[in-house]
């Protein structure tokens, strides 16, 4: 009877050293969902790779087996590489479309027509921005409800700029400038837009699908618009978070990009491959990046950049000749 204190202060320090049911249970129930969410970026990571991998062994493959002479075709154009892979970079973390940057840079840099310049924007824009448009849509952010309200939209838009009124070099030198301009402001006026909603609000729909519209047929004449219209829309006039119209705009961009190359492609006389080639293998390694990129920088910082640097080009294409 002696040994029964002894014998109960034994018990209650083995019972307090182990763990509670319950605890446990719980630290259970945490650890499967933590692991299965490390094991689904890791998953959405390897995936990435594989896919770029793939990607830069088909590109090889073409530029080996397609072109007579490979190499002087490199030396000749290889610098492309680097300039579709800093445009890119910038274009998919701000829905703003690399045409902005391509355009002027083939014209005044490399002395192309304004034509040919829209060319190759379209093309190296249908492999970048669908790159980065994978990107965002991995992340989740893009409304799957908003973007099935504005893809006919843009589509449609698209078809009408490049099949009923189609491209002139007169039309896009004349078009970019003033395009360029307004986007280049917009770009600034976002900078200071204050975020309030996560979601795309229903009431926004009939908007979005005419901002849409009215990209998708500037996209056919300057390579721009398609994504930058609704992404202001909704940041500008709804309030909505940066990263959920930019993605939105980048994905639009990326469908409009890709539905005008093979218009551009099918009925428009082609691209100049030997150059959109190398712009392409830039573009969708540089594209990855915006997605991180638009992650670690200020949006505001971004668009005040790309802002200035919009109506800098939109300004030079309006200077006389």
Not at 24 to 41: F, H, I, K, M, T
Not at 87 to 114: D, E
Not at 116 to 144: C, D, E, H, K, Y
Not at 281 to 296: K, M, N, S
Request: hydrophobic residues 60%; proline residues 6%.
């Amino acid at each position: 009877m002696e040994e029964a204190p002894d014998a109960a202060a034994a018990r209650a320090r083995t019972n307090a050293a182990r763990p509670r049911p319950a605890a446990r249970a719980r630290g259970e129930a945490r650890s499967p969902g933590a692991a299965g969410g490390a094991e689904a970026v890791q998953g959405r990571l390897g995936a990435g790779r594989a896919g770029l991998a793939a990607f830069a062994l088909a590109w090889l493959a073409v530029w080996l087996a397609c072109f007579p002479a490979p190499l002087a075709l490199a030396r000749e154009h290889g610098a492309l590489v680097a300039v579709g892979f800093g445009v890119a970079v910038v274009a998919n973390a701000t829905a703003i479309g690399g045409g902005i940057l391509f355009i002027p840079i083939m014209v005044l840099g490399y002395g192309l027509s304004p034509l040919v310049a829209l060319q190759l924007a379209i093309a190296a824009q249908a492999f970048g921005m669908t790159s980065g448009a994978l990107g965002w849509l991995r992340r989740g952010v893009v409304p799957r409800a908003a973007l099935g309200a504005a893809l006919p939209a843009v589509l449609a838009g698209a078809s009408a700029s490049a099949l009923l009124v189609h491209a002139s070099p007169a039309a896009v030198r004349a078009v970019f400038g003033p395009v360029s301009i307004a986007l280049g402001a917009a770009a600034l006026a976002l900078a200071g837009a204050r975020a309030e909603r996560d979601a795309v609000p229903a009431g926004a729909h009939a908007g979005l699908r005419a901002a849409a519209a009215l990209g998708g047929l500037a996209s056919g004449w300057v390579a721009i618009g398609a994504g930058e219209l609704p992404a202001a829309l909704l940041m500008l006039r709804h309030r909505v978070r940066a990263d959920v119209a930019i993605g939105l705009g980048v994905v639009l961009l990326s469908a409009a990009s890709v539905w005008l190359l093979a218009l551009q492609v099918a009925f428009l006389g082609g691209v100049p491959w030997e150059r959109a080639l190398f712009l392409v293998l830039g573009c969708v390694f540089g594209a990855r990046l915006g997605p991180r990129l638009a992650a670690r920088v200020s949006p505001a910082t971004l668009m005040r950049v790309f802002g200035l640097i919009a109506i800098g080009d939109g300004l030079l294409f309006l200077l006389p000749r």
